[in-house]
């Protein structure tokens, strides 16, 4: 069945991202224990991801939590938005913008509260693919079948008419499992040859 649809990634593939240290940084200046702050945050963390509370509530939540004040906690989160966001792979971008022309192109990604106001006006994502799905907005996320699914359906294509690429195995799976021709991001020469290898193909 020919390919009518090339889903993306978006941290680790479309944004090349490197943990910057910031939970670290922060657990140094307020005194806390390695690995404390995340403890302290997880269920918010966990929470934003699915869009179960809002970008205020995960302010409110850092400032009792981690006792900082409302410009410490906006200071905070800019780091946070910082690491997040990481850096554009150019590259890769230009290929998706590319490919508008050829088949319908959509984004997946686990995302958290804010993320899509945050990478338009990072990257103007919005602009580069015809679908976005945020995790936090449609409250699910990969390896959840029922979200890959949700993308499908909102570009008008089945499952086997989908190329997916990710770069976490667990997502590929998952993918896979639910019909999709999936690829397991190692770099963009790689990625780029094996989606035009299945879009011949078809």
Known sequence: MAIRAVVFDIGGVLEITT???VAEQWENRLGLPVG???KRMFDVWAAGSIGAI???EVHRAVADRLGLTSQH???FMA???KQYLGVPNTELIEYARRLR???HTAILSNSFVGAREQEQAAYGFEDLVGRIVYSHEVGMSKPDPRIYALTCARL???PEETVFLD???GFVAGARDAGIHAIHYQNNTQAIGEIEKLLTAS
Do not use: H, Y
């Open 79 to 81: 780091d946070i938005w």
């Open 101 to 103: 022309s050829r088949c």
């Open 54 to 56: 809002t970008e205020g």
């Open 73 to 75: 906690v906006e200071t």
């Open 19 to 21: 943990d910057l240290g």
């Open 156 to 158: 008008g294509v089945l």
């Open 167 to 169: 770069d976490v195995g």
């Open 36 to 38: 404390e702050l995340d």
